[in-house]
């Protein structure tokens, strides 16, 4: 049970929900977090919440990943996707990665979503939009 262990709970890509009626959920919020002193609740959101979870100091803006990063998770991706064989053999696909990597400015949830695509059809990367 909830009250017998310390708990995060995440709310993942909450801005989905926050165009409704989020009355409800926050009460469901304050229910869960008097359950245990311990636990703890993680939105993700690109949008700022209402309070009274939107207050300042809880926010962390999360920027982009740092180059060998993103180059990293790309690669993991296309290997889950066994778009190539293994994270670390990327072989003649790294140039596009990289151009990849940097059209979308190391943006984590871009790459996860593009590489893919960009890894089974052939194209070039451009950052013009």
Do not use: K, W
């Amino acid at each position: 049970m909830l009250r017998d262990h310390p708990t995060i709970i995440v709310f993942d890509n909450f801005e989905s929900a926050l165009g409704q009626d989020v009355a409800e959920v926050f009460d469901l919020c304050r229910a869960l977090l008097e359950a245990h002193p311990a636990t703890r609740l993680l939105f993700t959101s690109r949008e700022r919440l209402p309070e009274p979870f939107g207050e300042v100091f809880s926010e962390i803006q999360l920027g982009s990943l740092d180059e060998n990063e993103a180059i990293e998770l790309a690669s993991r991706v296309l290997a889950r996707q066994r778009i190539i064989t293994a994270p670390d053999d990327v072989g003649d696909r790294i140039e596009t990665i990289i151009e990849l990597v940097n059209a979308v400015n190391r943006h984590p949830r871009a790459l996860v979503l593009i590489a893919p695509e960009i890894a089974r059809r052939p194209a070039r990367v451009s950052n013009a939009y």
